[in-house]
């Protein structure tokens, strides 16, 4: 007997209110990065300019994040028969990787810049990271009201953080060029910002890369669970359990049940559905569920026994 539930939920963003905070954030810092492009050609600072290159990745991080939810809200149709929910997730690998590629780029730039530092308006860079600062904790701001459980908001807060961070670095070398006239704090402050961008673009990276491998949710011991769905009333053993993410926040669950001759199938069925629901919030799960007298013995993947199986 086998039995598939899904209980239909919102998970990862809320197509309206969400847009709207994801649409003002990009206003605000496509009108940063347009003044910061020009504040940077005027003062020669690479922490400027590296900013606003970043505000570009950040721009296009939000558009991406805004198809991807316009995608991921469409219903399964044809061969796509859980809808196109993991553009979420490719979106999400999208915005990690240009934050690596981007700060490798900018590593290569501020060395340069610290071995042989130019001339830089450092009165310039400290109004412009000033303004830059306030501008990105409004964005942020903005950003975090959508739902961050989903990757893909949570891949262009991200950019939207490491700019602020940014900003904050090149407003502190901003003042100490005014102060001290020392100009490398510039190439500096902009590898403060690389270990920051790297640093998360790489969680963004691991985190997708797990769900497109289809791998357990972060944190779930995949063994702990068999047994303890093995461990409910009249189930002879578990096996070929699988676990792996739709999307993030939207975990699935097949298996194969073996319940004691004597069980009601479809009791059983509805009891572990229940304990993976309000145990592990786990509501998108396939079990095929046969007495064990109709079994033919073969097993898939790792068998979990119940502790009156294992003690015959």
């Known amino acids: 007997m086998g039995g598939h539930h899904e209980h239909h939920h919102d998970h990862g963003v809320s197509a309206g209110s969400d847009r709207r905070w994801l649409v003002a954030a990009l206003i605000l810092i496509s009108v940063l990065m347009l003044a910061e ?53 490719l979106s999400a690998q999208a915005n990690g990787l240009t934050l690596i590629l981007l700060g490798l780029w900018l590593a290569y730039e501020a060395v340069g810049r610290l071995i042989d530092p130019p001339e830089v308006a ?22 975090s009201r959508a739902n961050r459980t989903s990757l893909n908001v949570e891949g262009a807060f991200q950019h939207l953080l490491n700019d602020l961070f940014a900003f904050a670095a090149t407003l502190v070398s901003g003042v100490v060029m005014v102060v001290t006239g020392f100009t490398r704090a510039d190439a500096i402050a902009s590898l403060i ?54 999307t993030s926040g939207h975990a699935a669950l097949s298996a194969h049940v073996i319940v004691e001759d004597h069980a009601d199938c479809h009791r059983s069925r509805v009891d572990l ?35 009156a199986t294992v003690g015959q």
């Open 37 to 89: 492009v020009v504040a940077g050609v005027v003062s020669g600072s690479l922490a400027l300019l590296s900013d606003a290159a970043h505000l570009l990745t950040d721009v296009a991080a939000i558009v991406l994040a805004l198809a991807a939810m316009r995608l991921a809200a469409r219903p399964p149709r044809g061969g796509f028969t859980y809808g196109l929910k993991r553009a979420e997730i």
């Open 122 to 143: 450092g009165g310039v860079v400290l109004v412009t990271a000033a303004i830059g600062v306030v501008v990105n904790v409004v964005a942020a701001w903005c950003m």
């Open 193 to 246: 910002v690389v270990v920051l961008m790297v640093h998360a673009g790489a969680r963004l990276v691991r985190d997708s890369g797990r769900i497109l491998l289809e791998a357990a949710p972060a944190g779930m011991d995949v063994d702990a669970l068999g047994a303890e769905l093995a461990a409910v009333t009249a189930v002879h053993e578990i096996h070929d359990l699988h676990l792996w993410q739709i």
């Open 273 to 307: 559905e229940e304990l993976l629901r309000v145990r592990h919030h786990i509501r998108h799960t396939t079990l095929q569920v046969d007495h064990a007298a109709d079994t033919d013995g073969l097993r898939c993947g790792p068998v979990h026994r119940s502790a």
